[in-house]
């Protein structure tokens, strides 16, 4: 018992120094090379934002992405991750960062009666290259549970938020959370109807790579994305367009469309879906020609940031960007402070762990317009995550004005409602541009909900 107590008041002295010594640290980072994103700024102290609890949260988040010496400790759980190595001497199953930050009822099955199914069985699902028959057919308006001639199994297994080192490659894995995806369709949901039939909506939703990628034997440890999309789209307002980046995508699984060494896409996969969301719309897309090719060199990513591969090492990726050549201003918005910036910004080139910060400037700051000389009234609004950032540039010749948001930068308190927002500067459509593995975080999508403030 004694040993006992003494253990305890060193692990209470020892986390009350460390809070201490974070909490004098003046020198926060804004920038994370491990995750290769930008870290949440300190939000501004208003009452307004105290009262409706927007200020605890996002200091919550700002407190957690600068706490000192962190991405230090979240390294050293790749020492855990190595034990995991139990597929084979050149494979490695590592348990992903997103799934880290996701509360425990996300990894965890918050129904103490959950439904009863059969694991997905993706030896058997159809070719994703074939058109698969969608479920908003069956339905008309969206309902809160499937219609019982639902055929497809989305399975319920336990690999959410795993990827695997294997061949040389990151793989991240899928894992079907039918929660998520009926909370993904409610927000945007919300968003039609408070935006109305004025605002044109569309979800598009970079799948991980793993459905593009050959995983020999192991292919049955990953849910079908595609099979998933296909539910989506059955509980979604049928007015809201979703963009086809699987099918995009599959077409051209065999190029450079996925790092890697990182999770996300390469600035080609990028430009497929693009090419897939400009013909959605009716627009022809532009080819790659039409933008300027800058090969930024080697590149590793945040999948190799985090397990110190040495096979990933070995095979680092080659980061290429494309600028619009049409005239364009890019500027970001911190809090109410406006900083000119570059939408392919060149300060991180000589970083081989921070290139893909390189696009939009990194995208972390609270809101960011680019302004163009193509005068022909179409304003949109990216809502986006990280993959958002390599997708946006290819806007810039199609649009007037883009506008740019990401849910975990955005200040209410300052810039009001999303809502407000869009109809302060006349803007005509919305696209939602978030990864398959954040559609799956609830902690995400709450902030994406979180913009829509107080109904009116």
Not at 77 to 104: F, M, N
Not at 267 to 295: C, H, T, V, W
Request: charged letters at 30%; aromatic letters at 12%.
């Amino acid at each position: 018992m004694k040993k006992l107590r003494i253990d305890t008041l060193f692990f209470i002295l020892f986390i009350t120094v460390l809070g201490i010594i974070n909490f004098l640290n003046f020198n926060k980072p804004t920038e994370s090379a491990l995750e290769n994103r930008a870290l949440k700024e300190k939000p501004q102290l208003l009452f307004s934002s105290i009262i409706e609890g927007q200020y605890q949260r996002d200091y919550e988040e700002y407190y957690s992405d600068t706490f000192i010496l962190r991405d230090n400790l979240v390294m050293v759980s790749k020492d855990i991750d190595k034990a995991l190595a139990i597929l084979g001497p050149d494979i490695t199953l590592v348990k992903s960062y997103e799934d880290v930050q996701k509360p425990p009822e996300e990894t965890e099955p918050s129904d103490p009666q959950p439904e009863t199914k059969d694991p997905i069985d993706n030896t058997d699902t159809p070719n994703p290259g074939e058109n698969t028959p969608s479920q908003g057919d069956k339905e008309s308006t969206p309902t809160p549970t499937p219609e019982p001639d639902v055929e497809k199994d989305f399975g319920d297994g336990p690999n959410v938020g795993y990827w695997m080192v294997i061949d040389g490659k990151a793989v991240q894995l899928f894992k079907f959370n039918k929660e998520s995806f009926d909370y993904y369709a409610e927000i945007l949901n919300k968003y039609k109807q408070r935006l109305g039939d004025d605002v044109k909506i569309y979800s598009m939703i970079p799948p991980t790579n793993s459905e593009f990628m050959q995983l020999r034997k192991y292919k049955g440890m990953t849910d079908s994305q595609n099979d998933a999309l296909d539910y989506l789209k059955s509980k979604m307002d049928r007015s809201i367009s979703s963009v086809d980046v699987f099918h995009a995508l599959n077409e051209h699984s065999d190029e450079y469309i996925y790092f890697r060494t990182d999770h996300h896409w390469t600035a080609l996969g990028a430009y497929y879906a693009y090419a897939s969301f400009m013909e959605n719309r009716g627009e022809r897309p532009l080819g790659l020609d039409q933008y300027e090719k800058i090969d930024l060199g080697d590149f590793l990513g945040s999948s190799y940031t985090k397990t110190l591969d040495k096979s990933l090492e070995a095979n680092p990726d080659n980061l290429i960007a494309y600028k619009p050549r049409n005239s364009h201003e890019f500027i970001t918005y911190r809090g109410a402070e406006a900083q000119k910036a570059d939408i392919i910004d060149l300060k991180y080139k000589d970083d081989i762990t921070k290139k893909y910060l390189t696009f939009i400037s990194s995208g972390g700051a609270s809101w960011s317009k680019v302004t163009t000389d193509v005068n022909n009234g179409k304003r949109i609004l990216v809502i986006k995550d990280s993959f958002g950032n390599a997708f946006v540039p290819f806007l810039v010749p199609h649009y007037e004005e883009i506008y740019v948001v990401d849910s975990r930068f955005y200040n209410r308190s300052i810039t009001g409602n999303i809502i407000d927002f869009v109809e302060d500067n006349e803007i005509n459509e919305v696209v939602f541009c978030i990864y398959m593995e954040d559609v799956n975080w609830y902690d995400f999508m709450s902030g994406v909900e979180r913009l829509l403030g107080e109904s009116d």
